[in-house]
């Protein structure tokens, strides 16, 4: 098969390096990629959003799978035009993306279909919406309606905070149109994991479990970010969790979809709150997690071009998914600066010391090829993910790799994965 994947980060890395394992894909193409991308596929210079020059391409090179990896694409409707034109491809339609692309219509769904998360309110005036600040305290949190880069949520310890927050989205329109709505939702304290499935619309398979790591500095400090290292599994979703999680989120889920006349093929990525033992929803997702699909991906065993494409031809029940017995751990390093301003075009020092290892996987997220060499082109830029048969030694490998890699100005946390480690 002839294979195609959108998108440059990590996720796609990963992506591009478990799908060139399957003895199914004889080549693959990657749009735009990144450096390390290139390596594995041909990498082409279509932009992500340029619907109309992948659908070209897809034809012309008679690509027999399309995976998007981000969601921009897929809320402004790229499967809808590969599929009126009959070209596999994996992801939402526009309908099903809108999970992703409109908090406003996913909390309202969860809200319809009895899916438990935040309290929440939507506001259209900016007047509204700080009297309602004013009148119910903080903590709060404050979203922008549409896409923002992950930019667009702010967790408010005071109420100061939270009218800041709210005149960065409603007033000076830092994320444009996505800010036209905001939702003032109940702040919810408890741990946070990734639970992402395949479904077809019919059949449902969950993918292992994931831990996330959002925010900047160790301990959870400083601003958030896309997310800065993840593990899997994570053992908070113990398997009673896990039920409980299908039960109260991803059957009403899907049953909502479906009774909405939604059907959607791709990835569901849950972003969970643990509170109490209980799981709540803080976002839906249309796609893989960056960097969750690193270590998650580097635990599949079976073929993920097999899963795939069974998921856009509505067979996924023919799928059957298995797992490594181990654990990994993905440690994300960042340019200077970063999630603000960051710097880019600062070479990259040993990346050879890990090539052509079984147990680590150096994944690119914004790098880029300069006269021949690898340097920075992005705020992440590498994710280092390691296999090990704990997650001790999974993270003690990660970090070890990690020290051999040098760039000017980079930073990454040094906690990533003790979460896990202090759990029984
Ligand atoms: P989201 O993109 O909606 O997942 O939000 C990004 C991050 O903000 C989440 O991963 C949480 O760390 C935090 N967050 C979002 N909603 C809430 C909430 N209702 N209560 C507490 N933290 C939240
Ligand atoms: N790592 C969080 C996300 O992909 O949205």
Redesign the pocket.
Known sequence: MKVLVIGSGGREHALVWKLKQSPKVDVIFCTPGNAGISELAECLDIKADDIDALLNFAKYEWIDLTVVGPEAPLTAGIVDAFVKEDRRIFGPDASGARLEGSKVFAKDFMLKYGIPSAEYKTFTSYIHAEEYIRLKGAPVVIKADGLAA?KGVFVCETRDEAIDALKVIMKDKAFGPAGNKVLIEQCLKGEEA?FMVLTDGKTVLPLATSQ?HKRIYDNDKGPNT??MGAYSPAPVITQNLEKSVMKSVIEPLIKGLSREGINYRGVI?A?LMICDGKPFVLEF?CRF????AQPVLMRLDSDLCEALKATTEGKLKDVKITWKNDVSVCVVMTSKGYPGPYEKGDKIIGLDSQKNRNDVVVFHSGTTLKDGEVVTSGGRVLGVTARGQDVKTAKEKAYEAVEKIHFKGMHYRKDIADKAIEKP
């Open positions: 992950g990734s996330d896309g997310g990525y972003g997702n997690g960056d960097p969750e």
